[in-house]
C-alpha cells in the first residue's frame, strides 16, 4: 500500500507563506493523481487543491485560487502545496491524498471519495 507524509505545517501570520511537502512510498507514484483537503474544527473536511499525474493539470476550491500552487515531482515521488496570502480562515488540519485511478495523464479529482490513500495530516495555523 501507498504511504503519504506531510511536512511543512507550522504557525503563520496572516498574510505570511507556507510550503506543505507530501512525500510518496510503496506505490506507483507517477500513476497516481494527487490532492491536498483541509479540515478545520468542527467542519468537514473539504478540497483545496489537485494536480494530475503529469502535473499538467491542477485545480483549487474557489477561495484559494490565486493564492495557493499545487504541484508535483514525479522524480522525487513528492506533491507540494506553496500557500501564500494565508488568511486566518486557512486555518486547518492539511491532508495529502492519493488517487489510484488512472484515467489519463491529466485526470484528477475533487472528491474525498475518489482517493485511495491518506496521509496523517500536517497542523497549519495563520493568526490573525
Known amino acids: 500500500q501507498v504511504q503519504l507524509v506531510e511536512s511543512g505545517g507550522g504557525l503563520v501570520q496572516a498574510g505570511g507563506s507556507l510550503r506543505l511537502s507530501c512525500a510518496a512510498s510503496g506505490g506507483t507514484f507517477m500513476r497516481y493523481a494527487m490532492g491536498w483537503f483541509r479540515q478545520a474544527p468542527g467542519k468537514e473536511r473539504e478540497f483545496v487543491a489537485a494536480v494530475s499525474t503529469s502535473g499538467g493539470t491542477t485545480y483549487y476550491k474557489d477561495s484559494v485560487k490565486g493564492r495557493f500552487t499545487i504541484s508535483r515531482d514525479n522524480a522525487k515521488n513528492t506533491v507540494y502545496l506553496q500557500m501564500n496570502s494565508l488568511k486566518p480562515e486557512d486555518t486547518a488540519v492539511y491532508y495529502c491524498?492519493?488517487?489510484?485511478?488512472?484515467?489519463?495523464?491529466?485526470?484528477?479529482?475533487?472528491?474525498?471519495?475518489?482517493?485511495?490513500?491518506w496521509g496523517q495530516g500536517t497542523q497549519v495555523t495563520v493568526s490573525s
Open positions: 491524498a492519493a488517487d489510484a485511478a488512472y484515467y489519463s495523464p491529466n485526470y484528477y479529482s475533487t472528491m474525498t471519495s475518489h482517493y485511495d490513500y
